[in-house]
């Protein structure tokens, strides 16, 4: 793969995302050089967190593909329940768990996989509020800060954040 300054990950955003898990992962990922591109609804919106800090997207996922990318991140918070509705938005998940390229998902960001159908034998956690779901998707859960299954990286809350960051840039060779 290229060199961390080189890559590229995308970070879904919509309204009600949890504060910190798109913000402390955006800032980190800048910060050991990768290229962060913010994906909404719509382009140049601004987006409220749960807790009231915004965040405006760069594009529109639409317009987004995985081939462009070295991986996704998805912020949870109640968002991630609103865009696992939008087909696009499962079909990104699907071209990326496909390429083996990283799908990262934190607290109920993994209602995203899960809808996308990709969890199945894959070694994950989430908040304790998706766990059935996880499982019922077919997924081995396990309550620990960080998990790490090939090019998956899943952690359950905000204070999960370091190990989360630690696994995201493991699996991205950053």
Not at 18 to 30: A, G, N, Q, V
Not at 128 to 137: E, R, T
Request: aromatic share 6%; with cysteine; hydrophobic share 40%.
């Amino acid at each position: 793969m290229a060199k961390s300054k080189e890559k590229r990950v995308l970070i879904l955003c919509g309204d009600d995302f949890e504060d910190l898990e798109l913000w402390y992962p955006k800032l980190r990922l800048i910060e050991a050089g990768i290229h962060v591109t913010v994906a909404g609804p719509a382009a140049g919106v601004k987006y409220s967190g749960k807790n009231g800090y915004p965040c405006v997207s760069d594009i529109d996922i639409a317009e987004m593909e995985a081939t462009d990318f070295h991986g996704i991140v998805i912020p949870g918070g109640w968002m991630p329940d609103k865009l696992r509705r939008d087909k696009k938005v499962l079909d990104l998940v699907r071209d990326f768990h496909k390429a083996k390229k990283l799908v990262a998902a934190i607290c109920h960001g993994g209602w995203i996989p899960i809808s996308a159908g990709v969890y199945k034998g894959v070694k994950v956690t989430g908040s304790p509020g998706i766990k059935d779901d996880l499982i019922n998707a077919g997924a081995i859960y396990s309550d620990k800060s960080v998990v790490i299954d090939g090019h998956h990286v899943t952690s359950r809350k905000p204070d999960d954040l370091p190990d989360f960051m630690r696994g995201v840039l493991q699996v991205l060779g950053a």
